[in-house]
Nanobody, 121 residues
């Protein structure tokens, strides 16, 4: 089970930090990621982390503003979002159970959280 928290409203230029706590069996958390979906748009990747060595991959649209990290002891994934812009407004989802292929493709993940809303004005 994946449970996100930390969403909310922020002004442009502000910051928010999202958290995703994983529980249940430990299977397939090799890659974990954050995706987002705005109304009327397809789900898009934001950032992915390889939990084995902490290597991170960040979408161009958020690079330099968002940081993905993990706390293995707490089974928690984070997304630090700085310099927020209105275009960052979306439902943000945590994903796990990567099944191989393109790590930026939502279809390659088998487990999702319920999402947390981020609104930037």
């Amino acid at each position: 089970q994946l449970v996100e928290s930390g969403g909310g409203s922020a002004q442009a230029g502000g910051s928010l930090r999202l958290s995703c706590t994983a529980s249940g069996s430990d299977n397939n958390r090799a890659y974990m990621g954050w995706f987002r979906q705005a109304p009327g748009k397809e789900r898009e990747w934001v950032a992915v982390i390889f939990t084995g060595n902490g290597a991170t991959y960040v979408a161009a649209s958020v690079k330099g503003r968002f940081t993905i990290s993990q706390d293995g002891a707490k089974n928690t994934l984070y997304l630090q979002m700085d310099s927020l812009i209105p275009e960052d407004t979306a439902m943000y989802y945590c994903a796990a159970d990567f099944r191989g292929g393109d790590i930026s493709s939502p279809e390659k993940y088998g487990r999702w959280g319920q999402g947390t809303q981020v609104t930037v004005s």
